[in-house]
């Protein structure tokens, strides 16, 4: 029977050595430990699911290197193909379009990598090469897109609502004014699912769409919508007139971006005809800059996302029941103006 004494200090650093390691070794130093309190192999290769023999095999190593012995010994073997100058490599073909290198593909996937890496002298497995992809910190996901266009006046805009922000007068209004369509196709959004069971989602019979129209005060939350079957001039020119109507005193200011519909011959017309109206445009290709694109954002996700109407009624319906449900407080909290 073999017997560990083990002083103090020894076994301080057996417990502290033992919470650093993982796995076997871990295991290993818990043999010694519960032996040196008395626990034959026998009984600790119970407690811990070894054999006595395997118990008494670490045992007798412990006693002639001591914690050293209980470490894992370099093994025989092939070497690891994926070796660190393999990663090197891999990391930087990574970084090249496949159609710079003459294939008919603008990004790489894993069947086509290990194609290359054959011509290149390294011949190993899919799998081998995805994890050594996940250890490089690649993961297989969809890219987003990426404005590359810029107004050149963009920061002059944006410095004129800055300015006109600095102006605001007492019983003024300074709205985030946008559209939104709302089509009966719907919106696919990730969703809970059992495994193996495809949620379907049924198409309509026939397109449609609503657009809604939306202005938020962005610094009291006073809300104003309505619902119109197309998206024009004519329509904006309406829901400016209910703004208005809302507010009889003060200037009204609308932040806006460069849709046609805001730019149109019309709205010009028409803002000549209300001094007390003001558009500040956005600058172009920045239209997410408008805090009531949140909004939009949180309607599609409530009323359209994996979600079929019968008919454009009942999607009507559903807009407008959402729409009436903004108060001043939650439009403030979902565009993030309560802060």
Not at 171 to 191: Q, T, Y
Not at 278 to 300: D, Q
Request: with cysteine; glycine share 6%.
């Amino acid at each position: 029977m073999i017997r560990v004494q083990l002083s103090t200090v020894e076994t301080q650093q057996l417990q502290a050595q033992a919470r650093k390691e993982v796995g076997r070794v871990s295991e290993r130093i818990h043999f010694v430990l519960l032996c040196g309190q008395g626990q034959s192999a026998p009984e600790i290769g119970q407690m811990l699911g070894y054999t006595a023999a395997t118990v008494r095999a670490w045992l007798t190593r412990y006693q002639a290197e001591g914690l050293a012995g209980l470490s894992d010994k370099a093994r025989s073997g092939r070497p690891a193909r994926a070796n660190e100058t393999f990663r090197d490599n891999l990391g930087q073909w990574m970084k090249i379009s496949p159609n710079r290198l003459g294939y008919l593909a603008t990004f790489w996937t894993v069947a086509l990598l290990v194609t290359h890496l054959a011509s290149q002298g390294w011949h190993l497995s899919g799998s081998t090469v995805r994890r050594t992809l996940h250890a490089l910190d690649y993961r297989w996901r969809r890219p987003r897109l990426a404005v590359t266009r810029r107004d050149p006046a963009g920061s002059a805009k944006m410095a004129v609502i800055s300015r006109a922000m600095g102006q605001i007068q007492p019983g003024d209004h300074f709205f985030s004014l946008d559209e939104s369509e709302f089509k009966m196709l719907p919106v696919l959004r990730a969703m809970w699912s059992k495994i193996a069971h495809t949620v379907r989602i049924p198409t309509p019979l026939y397109n449609a769409s609503v657009w809604a129209f939306g202005a938020v005060d962005i610094f009291n939350g006073q809300w104003h919508c309505s619902l119109y079957d197309k998206h024009n001039s004519a329509n904006f020119i309406d829901f400016l007139e209910k703004i208005v109507q809302a507010c009889p005193t003060g200037h009204i200011w609308l932040v806006v971006d460069h849709a046609p519909t805001h730019t149109a011959k019309k709205v010009t017309i028409w803002l000549e005809a209300h001094p007390q109206v003001t558009l500040l445009f956005l600058p172009k290709y920045a239209s997410h800059l408008n805090p009531i694109e949140r909004i939009w954002g949180m309607m599609k996700d409530k009323v359209v996302a994996n979600h079929c109407y019968p008919t454009l009624a009942a999607l009507r319906q559903a807009v407008q029941l959402h729409l009436d449900n903004i108060s001043p407080s939650v439009a403030l909290q979902t565009t993030g103006l309560n802060v």
